[in-house]
């Protein structure tokens, strides 16, 4: 019998189910959630326990592991909508440990954090990059806030899915580091598309301008692992008619929270507002649920 901590996993999408799947690889007992019924047959076939509710899922569970949209989403499951609705938290078993995985505003998280720290929780946020190829081969990034000694308790969990675990500071720093992060990428995507159109347009191969590139002082993620060129690499959502990625919907989403985040505290981001409105125009072009680098669409014919 399994001495691995009893995992409970809310949210099978793109990102939430091969994390759960690699759980169950590493030996872990998950039941987990998901309102979507071909999420949970999915993560059904690679192990994972699917329950017929949240609160269900949560039940006996040591760790409890959030993967959801958007902040709403967090504080809804959580929180809980009032009246008759109490939230997850109130059936979640005294000690658990709570590590919500989802990218949200940094107050949402805050929010959350409070409200387990008073029932007796321990809750860290621990937003993910790496994509959905990061997620499926175990090697994300977390990027954490909360207290030390809660870290301490996820870091055996957190390392069977990701091999980067970074500390940013108390409840809600994970998101600000997280939003950093985004903001650079939808910034770096952008600039990355414009310039292989702008080769393009000149004659220059896709390929090999985007090779060139890989190894010269633009050189990114962008380039390298996920270029927004159909045909220029294999695995990247480009080459899949943009599926199968970082949908343009959540960057501008996590565009938005840091614009929002940047108002708060009187900063100046002018290149990331104006990614910001890039994307919105690419979800207006009717691609708001293709991946983020369809954004180079806005600059290419057809």
């Given at each position: 019998?399994?001495?691995?901590?009893?995992?409970?996993?809310?949210?099978?999408?793109?990102?939430?189910?091969?994390?759960?799947?690699?759980?169950?690889?590493?030996?872990?007992?998950?039941h987990?959630?998901?309102?979507s019924?071909?999420?949970?047959?999915?993560a059904?076939?690679?192990?994972?326990?699917?329950?017929?509710?949240?609160?269900?899922?949560?039940?006996?569970?040591?760790?409890?592991?959030?993967?959801?949209?958007?902040?709403?989403?967090?504080?809804?499951?959580?929180?809980?909508?009032?009246?008759?609705?109490?939230?997850?938290?109130?059936?979640?078993?005294?000690?658990?440990?709570?590590?919500?995985?989802?990218?949200?505003?940094?107050?949402?998280?805050?929010?959350?954090?409070?409200?387990?720290?008073?029932?007796?929780?321990?809750?860290?946020?621990?937003?993910?990059?790496?994509?959905?190829?990061?997620?499926?081969?175990?090697t994300?990034?977390?990027?954490?806030?909360?207290?030390?000694?809660?870290?301490?308790?996820?870091?055996?969990?957190?390392?069977?899915?990701?091999?980067?675990?970074?500390?940013?500071?108390a409840?809600?720093?994970?998101?600000?580091?997280?939003?950093?992060?985004?903001?650079?990428?939808?910034?770096?995507?952008?600039?990355?598309?414009?310039?292989?159109?702008?080769?393009?347009?000149?004659?220059?191969e896709?390929?090999?301008?985007?090779?060139?590139?890989?190894?010269?002082?633009?050189?990114?993620?962008?380039?390298?692992?996920?270029?927004?060129?159909?045909?220029?690499?294999?695995?990247?959502?480009?080459?899949?008619?943009?599926?199968?990625?970082?949908?343009?919907?959540?960057?501008?989403?996590?565009?938005?929270?840091?614009?929002?985040?940047?108002?708060?505290?009187?900063?100046?981001?002018p290149?990331?507002?104006?990614?910001?409105?890039?994307?919105?125009?690419?979800?207006?072009?009717?691609?708001?649920?293709?991946?983020?680098?369809?954004?180079?669409?806005?600059?290419?014919?057809?």
């Open positions: 019998m399994s001495t691995l901590p009893a995992i409970a996993f809310i949210g099978l999408g793109n990102m939430g189910g091969p994390m759960a799947a690699n759980l169950v690889r590493a030996g872990h007992a998950v987990a959630f998901d309102l019924a071909s999420a949970c047959d999915g059904r076939q690679a192990g994972v326990n699917i329950a017929a509710s949240a609160a269900d899922a949560v039940k006996g569970a040591a760790v409890v592991i959030s993967m959801l949209p958007a902040s709403r989403h967090v504080e809804s499951l959580y929180l809980g909508q009032g009246g008759a609705d109490a939230g997850l938290l109130v059936a979640i078993d005294a000690g658990a440990l709570v590590i919500d995985c989802s990218t949200i505003a940094p107050a949402s998280a805050q929010k959350v954090a409070q409200a387990a720290s008073a029932k007796g929780l321990a809750m860290i946020d621990a937003p993910v990059s790496g994509g959905v190829a990061g997620a499926a081969a175990g994300l990034t977390f990027i954490v806030g909360g207290e030390s000694a809660a870290l301490e308790r996820a870091r055996p969990v957190l390392q069977v899915m990701g091999k980067n675990i970074f500390h940013m500071g409840a809600g720093a994970g998101q600000v580091g997280k939003l950093c992060n985004n903001m650079a990428l939808g910034v770096i995507m952008a600039v990355t598309g414009e310039a292989i159109a702008l080769g393009v347009a000149h004659g220059l896709p390929k090999t301008l985007s090779q060139m590139m890989a190894v010269s002082t633009s050189r990114s993620w962008a380039t390298e692992v996920c270029n927004p060129w159909p045909g220029v690499l294999e695995n990247a959502p480009a080459s899949r008619g943009y599926t199968g990625g970082f949908g343009n919907d959540l960057m501008l989403k996590d565009l938005g929270l840091a614009v929002e985040a940047a108002m708060g505290m009187g900063c100046t981001i290149l990331g507002e104006l990614a910001r409105n890039l994307y919105a125009m690419n979800k207006q072009a009717g691609r708001g649920g293709l991946d983020f680098s369809s954004v180079v669409k806005l600059v290419t014919k057809g």
